[in-house]
Structures are given as C-alpha cells and as structure tokens.
Nanobody, 124 residues
Framework: LVQLVESGGGSVQPGGSLRLACAAS????????MAWFRQYPGLPHEGIAF???????NYDNSVKGRFTISQDNEKNTIYLQMNTLKPEDSAVYYC??????????????????WGQGTPVTVTS
C-alpha cells in the first residue's frame, strides 16, 4: 500500500518561509513522479511543482523563483521549500505520486496516490 505523509505546514507572516516534507512508503517502482499541489476552498487541486526519479523539475508560474522542490531518494521523501510567502499562498498543500511517464506532471488527474494535506497560512 502506497502511503504519503506530509508535514511542515503552519502559519507564517508574509515574506517568511516554510519547508514541507512528504514521506513516501510502500512502493518499489523504479520510476516515479511526485508533485506538490495546493487547494483553495471549493476549488480543485492545482499543481505547483513536480520532480521525477531523475531529478527533473518544473513549477507553476505562480511559485517559480520562490519555491523549490527537492528529493532525498534514500529517504523516499520530497520537500517543498517555500520562500517569500504571500497571503495568496495560503491553502492546503498536498503531495501526490504516480509511477511511470505522465504527459503533464502538474495535472492532478494523472496522480494515483495522495497525502492527507497540510495547511499553510500566510498572514500578518
């Protein structure tokens, strides 16, 4: 059973930083794609960053230059370093995983496994 467990959310002032982590377990697939999504109330998950087994990454324009996705393959963990946070970054953040190739790694419908979500609040 594939499990994803996020941690690191919380409350921070505008301009501050947070680091999210997502620990994955229960799979032995050779290739993975893992991503961070966020969800605003009443709206679908939106993809903000992904990373694959080879370390290829990409970002949504809304976070490019501020957020960095990384992974520790030995720990089966991905991270999202979020800097220069803005109030509009306030959302519930989810990590997601799928295996093999995906045509659009920031599209939520390609992902089979999801974490439980961790809230991020940016407010003064």
């Amino acid at each position: 059973l594939v499990q994803l467990v996020e941690s690191g959310g919380g409350s921070v002032q505008p301009g501050g930083s947070l680091r999210l982590a997502c620990a994955a377990s229960g799979y032995t697939y050779p290739k993975h794609v893992m991503a961070w999504f966020r969800q605003y109330p009443g709206l679908p998950h939106e993809g903000i960053a992904f990373i694959d087994t080879d370390g290829n990454t990409n970002y949504d324009n809304s976070v490019k230059g501020r957020f960095t996705i990384s992974q520790d393959n030995e720990k089966n963990t991905i991270y999202l370093q979020m800097n220069t946070l803005k109030p509009e970054d306030s959302a519930v953040y989810y990590c997601a995983a799928t295996f093999g190739e995906v045509p659009d790694p920031l599209e939520r419908t390609h992902y089979d496994y999801w974490g439980q979500g961790t809230p991020v609040t940016v407010t003064s």
